[in-house]
């Protein structure tokens, strides 16, 4: 059993940066398909990142070049670095981790193929 904690989210305007955290429960280097998510209501919850076991990232067209997703192995953390953020990132946030690494890692993973997850933490991007 995985247990993922977001923290970091909050209110920023257009332009600015927040740096989300996910504490995990146990070590995920290697074995793990690590992920960021986001949704907003009445949407699917769509993958903004990806690290693979191999720590591999992958990122959505719509964040490339702005997020960086990154794990510290030592402090069993995954972050997001978000920068220049539009008002169109504003939605709730979730880490994720699954160990079927035979389903791929790549940001198009289904969010159904995702068996442990976070509980969240909200950003809000004001014009």
């Known amino acids: 059993q995985v247990r993922l904690v977001e923290s970091g989210g909050g209110s920023v305007q257009t332009g600015g940066s927040l740096r989300l955290s996910c504490a995990v429960s146990i070590y995920t280097s290697s074995t793990y398909c690590m992920a960021w998510f986001r949704q907003t209501p009445g949407k699917k919850r769509q993958g903004v990142a990806t690290i693979d076991s191999n720590g591999r990232t992958m990122y959505a067209d719509s964040v490339k070049g702005r997020f960086t997703a990154s794990q510290d192995n030592a402090k069993k953390t995954l972050s997001l670095q978000m920068n220049s953020l539009k008002p169109e990132d504003t939605a709730m946030y979730y880490c994720?981790?699954?160990?079927?690494?035979?389903?791929?890692?790549?940001?198009?993973?289904?969010?159904?193929?995702?068996?442990?997850w976070g509980q969240g933490t909200q950003v809000t991007v004001s014009s």
């Open positions: 994720a981790a699954d160990r079927k690494l035979w389903l791929g890692c790549g940001i198009e993973r289904d969010v159904d193929y995702y068996n442990f």
